[in-house]
């Protein structure tokens, strides 16, 4: 058999694209300022923080520990979501994001949003076969009112989508310099709450008398707050809710994943109706709600401040009960001054009259107000009013009302009245101290 010759003049095919490669590529590009410009200023004014407010205080340094909630939308739902983005002329991912945004909000986010979503950076079929995971994250913001409608949301939610594809080149890395402030090691930058959406075919094994399933494994870490991720399914939408569990409870997650089925139900059935009125609780939370604690018996009064803080001083005598600078009183040292307080309004005939207590503030001032209310016998209990209004209205008040309260105070609070009629009087009955 003759050996066949090569063709010497056919130009042998370009190696594929390796990651290398294609890594030097990004790092030799210049950045294209005019996107980054424009994605910049997209985010003037945006919240530190854009997420469910949380069960736990936020930590100075959030770890990464966290949990997953299975996540559903059943055939029905993911019908529905269907049908409006094709009769709003969107995708899903924009039905889906803008019911993210519109949960946040219910939730008392604010009304200027930011969500994070993962954007592909295979922008071309030469990127095909490299292996790695291009994808950059991506932020999208949001203004959202109460009267806003859902309707409306989604189509601010396809005109933003539609922004960022068209300003897609800007790294996540360098927006993030540029708009998010240093050393921020309790939240994630930009945004707190991601969502990401597969709508594409499904993927997985096709073997013959054998069925596959896609299976979420959970290391049992979270990157952000939150982060909702769903694929299509078998005409459904399945997938699941991540938190930080150094921010929320399990049986929060779950609820804001029951609310996440919920609230797209609701909007989808009269999407005109403004965000603030649509349903957000679930079957199982509604009726908690509406019959077991609205039925529930009526909490007894809280006792007076004067029974609290007797009972106290009996439990913890010794234990710090106000702290003021570098001074501080036990609840026995508290008690015992201002019993000595009381038997001296009492020796100066105060007991059932009205007090005005007129002194700066102190540990005194504690020490008065106390001895006001806690009585040394049924007879010498007097009445006290916080005021929130200046001194001077006040005084004015009293003066008008044509009452003549008791006062009780020091010569230094008295002073500050410059000569009224409180001043020139004196301070009443010396304070403690």
């Not at 299975?70 to 019911?99: G, H, K, M, Y």
């Not at 219910?106 to 990127?127: F, W």
């Not at 999208?140 to 409608?149: I, K």
Request: glycine residues 8%.
């Amino acid at each position: 058999m003759a050996r066949r010759k090569p063709d010497i003049g056919a130009q042998a095919a370009p190696p594929p694209l390796q990651l290398g490669a294609y890594a030097d590529a990004q790092r030799t590009t210049p950045l294209n300022e005019s996107d980054l410009r424009h994605r910049t200023e997209r985010l003037t004014g945006a919240p530190d923080l854009s997420t469910i407010p949380s069960d736990r205080t936020r930590p100075a340094e959030l770890s990464t520990d966290g949990a997953r909630i299975a996540l559903r939308l059943d055939e029905d739902l993911t019908s529905a979501v269907r049908r409006f983005a094709r009769a709003t002329r969107t995708t899903p991912f924009a039905v889906l994001t803008a019911a993210a945004v519109a949960l946040l909000h219910r939730h008392g986010t604010g009304d200027d949003i930011v969500v994070g979503t993962p954007m592909s950076r295979r922008a071309n079929a030469g990127l095909d076969p490299v292996m790695d995971c291009l994808t950059d994250l991506m932020p999208l913001a949001f203004a959202v009112g109460a009267d806003l409608s859902f309707r409306d949301l989604v189509r601010s939610a396809r005109s933003e989508v539609l922004d960022l594809v068209r300003h897609r080149d800007v790294p996540f890395g360098e927006l993030v310099r540029r708009t998010a402030t240093a050393g921020q090691l309790g939240r994630f930058p930009l945004f707190q709450t991601v969502v990401q959406l597969n709508d594409g075919p499904e993927s997985g094994l096709n073997l013959p008398g054998a069925t596959a399933e896609r299976l979420y494994a959970h290391s049992g870490t979270a990157k952000f707050d939150l982060c909702i991720g769903l694929a299509a399914e078998n005409e459904a939408f399945r997938g699941f809710l991540d938190c930080a569990t150094d921010l929320y409870a399990p049986a929060t997650a779950r609820r804001i994943a029951d609310r996440y089925r919920t609230l797209p139900t609701s909007v989808l059935a009269d999407p005109g109706l403004p965000l603030a009125e649509t349903p957000l609780l679930s079957s199982d939370e509604y009726e908690v709600v509406t019959r077991t604690w609205a039925c529930a018996a009526r909490p007894a009064d809280p006792p007076p401040v004067q029974a609290a803080f007797e009972a106290y001083r009996r439990r913890t005598s010794n234990a710090p009960a106000a702290v003021r600078h570098d001074r501080q009183l036990t609840y026995e040292e508290l008690g015992a001054a201002a019993d000595r307080l009381a038997h001296q309004l009492i020796r100066t005939s105060s007991s059932g009259r009205a007090m005005g207590i007129l002194m700066d503030r102190c540990l005194n001032m504690t020490v008065a107000v106390l001895a006001v209310l806690v009585p040394t016998s049924s007879a010498s209990r007097c009445g006290a009013t916080r005021w929130t209004s200046p001194p001077s209205a006040r005084w004015a008040s009293i003066r008008s009302s044509g009452s003549r309260p008791a006062p009780l105070g020091s010569f230094g609070a008295a002073r500050a009245f410059r000569g009224r009629r409180a001043g020139r009087r004196g301070s009443g009955a010396a304070a403690y101290g």
